[in-house]
């Protein structure tokens, strides 16, 4: 099939044809994925491609790219943002975050981390501008909307509550399942600190610190962390510099043994 890219579209053309130079294969962001046009057959009705020895390279490459390993949408790192893809039926009120810190649930929270609503595209699928906080949606209307929040910054379980959704019906008539994402009016997130900074709680205000770990926990510079150190170690600076003049002479004495340490005759 004979494709064209539009400038400025965004698409990168991963292989064409050598005669032509028209797409083969052509790759391009959709949402928070990826999607590919591939122009001709699989198999040596329109080509002899799959003859070659680059033919299963490539599509294994390109399935393992297009398909991910795991679904991980909902497992956050701290700072990062949250969104998640709504019907115009969960999108009708507004949305509503909470954290679950510490077995106590702390709402209403900061305009920052409050979720935004936007529409993600109209009927026709053109990208349109969203409005925050958009309400008003009908079973009717059948545009895509995304509930973002930006800035995790807490570790703990996330908790988004969208509009209570009536039990749909399929193309059967018969009630869709309970657990379709369509019909949920609650979504939770783990938000989890990078591993190799988990133990690091110099990502953390003071405050938050005590929220977390109780009000009777000290918090403790650099300065004073050395000082407990050194006490608990049994050691200070003079320790060390004592150190270090038993292993000069040490030094001194094996270069001394050396030089006139050897019997002559």
Known sequence: IKAEVPAKSGATVLLEYARSSDPAIILSKFGEGKVALITSSADGD???????????????????????????????????????????????????????LRGVTVKDMTDKL????????????????????LTGGTSADRRQFIARAEDLNLPGLVSLKVADVSPGLGPDGRPLPPDRVEQQSKFIYAVNPPALAEGNLRTFDVPAIKTMLGKSAKVMTFEE????????????EVSRTLLYIVLALCLLETLLAQRFGHFRE
Do not use: C, H, I, M
Request: glycine share 8%.
């Open 46 to 100: 329109w080509n002899s491609f799959y003859g070659k020895v680059d033919y299963l390279p490539l599509f294994n490459q390109l399935a393992y790219q297009l398909s991910p390993a795991a679904d991980t949408t909902r497992n956050l790192l701290t700072g990062a943002a949250l969104a998640e893809p709504l019907t115009a039926d969960q999108a009708r009120t507004k949305a509503e975050l909470s954290l679950e």
């Open 114 to 133: 409050a979720p935004r609503v936007v529409p993600v595209e109209d009927r026709q699928g053109v990208q349109t501008q969203g409005t925050e906080d």
């Open 225 to 236: 962390l050395g000082e407990s150190r050194a006490q608990l170690l049994g050691g200070t």
